[in-house]
């Protein structure tokens, strides 16, 4: 009974602590922040995954959501937003800390607090913090090169009859491919790439096309993929780098996982067998244990 008293107390103080942060200021500054944040990044995340609207309309976003972000950094922008959280706490009786105070942690142990000031906590450590992530993490996704890559693959998008065609910068996209392309296939892929457009816009059934996917069956349904060969080969290199990508990132997040400090120093057959069942894992996952166990046992010669 002792323990089980003392275990109900500990969680109904654990639990007035969670209530207090939900009615306190740094609740109410984390909640603006990611709003602003993530009503910056909202647009561009939409115009990126839609798939039937221009892919280079969500290009063009990326820069003006890193303009956005970086204005947000700014003095005069640090001051709105405080005084917009501040304005939010007086209206719901909420405590506003002085920003010369010294920081007091509300759900951490005594032990955790470090003598800085309200200001430099809300502000360097949260505020300018974020938003330096989320710069960082736009430029490192969104560089000057992969924005070309992007805006190459971009003016292959059928979309309204072709509208964002780019000849040079489809040029430019499959001078990328070097193993892909041959010196005669690029030799030749100008005029294809003229015949093609004027083929795509002149043919009633590509009308009404508005993806990649639907030009690609298309193309292949009414034997147009062998009239234009390079141009389709093209195609399929732009279809298959999504998944090509996160392909790769599934490997790579998975051999963090598999790949630790306990087992980093296995061989790398051994680490391909671990890496195969772990990324296919729905698929090894209807392999049932009996067949398991008489595979294991061939192998072992039992």
Same mark, same amino acid.
């Given at each position: 009974?002792?323990?089980?008293? /003392?275990? /109900?107390?500990?969680?109904?103080?654990?639990?007035?602590?969670?209530?207090?942060?939900?009615?306190?200021?740094?609740?109410?500054?984390?909640? /603006?922040?990611?709003?602003?944040?993530?009503?910056? &990044?909202?647009? +561009?995340?939409?115009?990126?995954?839609?798939?039937?609207?221009?892919?280079?309309?969500?290009?063009?976003?990326?820069? &003006? &959501?890193?303009?956005?972000?970086?204005?947000? +950094?700014?003095?005069?922008?640090?001051?709105n937003?405080?005084?917009?959280?501040?304005?939010?706490?007086?209206?719901?009786?909420?405590?506003?800390?002085?920003?010369?105070?010294?920081?007091?942690?509300?759900?951490?142990?005594?032990?955790?607090?470090?003598?800085v000031?309200?200001?430099?906590?809300?502000?360097?450590?949260?505020?300018?913090?974020?938003?330096?992530?989320?710069?960082?993490?736009?430029?490192?996704?969104?560089?000057?090169?992969?924005?070309?890559?992007?805006?190459?693959?971009?003016?292959?998008?059928?979309?309204?009859?072709?509208?964002?065609?780019?000849?040079?910068?489809?040029?430019?996209?499959?001078?990328?491919?070097?193993?892909d392309?041959?010196?005669?296939?690029?030799?030749? +892929?100008?005029?294809?790439?003229?015949?093609?457009?004027?083929?795509?816009?002149?043919?009633?059934?590509?009308?009404?096309?508005?993806?990649?996917?639907?030009?690609?069956?298309?193309l292949?349904? &009414?034997?147009?993929?062998?009239?234009?060969p390079?141009?389709?080969?093209?195609?399929?290199?732009?279809?298959?780098?999504?998944?090509?990508?996160?392909?790769?990132?599934?490997?790579?997040?998975?051999?963090?996982?598999?790949?630790?400090?306990?087992?980093?120093?296995?061989?790398?057959?051994?680490?391909?067998?671990c890496?195969?069942?772990?990324?296919?894992?729905?698929?090894?996952?209807?392999?049932?244990d009996?067949?398991?166990?008489?595979?294991?046992?061939?192998?072992?010669?039992?």
């Amino acid at each position: 009974m002792i323990g089980g008293d /003392h275990t /109900h107390g500990a969680e109904a103080v654990n639990s007035r602590k969670i209530l207090i942060y939900f009615e306190s200021f740094e609740f109410v500054f984390m909640t /603006h922040m990611l709003m602003d944040v993530l009503g910056y &990044t909202y647009a +561009l995340n939409r115009s990126l995954q839609m798939r039937d609207s221009f892919m280079i309309n969500g290009i063009k976003l990326i820069d &003006t &959501t890193k303009h956005q972000l970086e204005k947000m +950094l700014g003095d005069d922008k640090w001051e709105n937003f405080l005084k917009d959280v501040t304005t939010f706490c007086a209206k719901h009786d909420i405590k506003v800390p002085s920003m010369d105070d010294i920081y007091e942690p509300i759900l951490k142990p005594k032990g955790f607090l470090r003598k800085v000031k309200n200001l430099q906590h809300y502000r360097v450590e949260i505020f300018t913090s974020i938003l330096d992530r989320a710069l960082q993490e736009l430029n490192d996704r969104f560089d000057e090169m992969n924005i070309d890559f992007l805006l190459g693959v971009a003016s292959l998008d059928p979309a309204c009859s072709f509208y964002p065609y780019n000849k040079d910068r489809l040029l430019e996209l499959a001078c990328s491919y070097p193993e892909d392309f041959s010196s005669t296939d690029l030799l030749h +892929l100008p005029s294809q790439l003229t015949r093609f457009i004027a083929d795509m816009r002149e043919d009633e059934r590509f009308r009404k096309v508005e993806s990649f996917v639907e030009l690609s069956v298309m193309l292949v349904k &009414t034997k147009k993929s062998l009239k234009h060969p390079i141009v389709y080969k093209l195609l399929k290199l732009v279809l298959v780098l999504p998944i090509a990508t996160a392909s790769v990132g599934r490997v790579f997040f998975a051999m963090d996982l598999v790949n630790n400090k306990l087992t980093n120093r296995v061989g790398d057959q051994l680490l391909n067998d671990c890496l195969v069942p772990f990324i296919e894992r729905e698929v090894f996952m209807q392999v049932k244990d009996e067949e398991l166990a008489s595979c294991f046992q061939a192998i072992v010669g039992a």
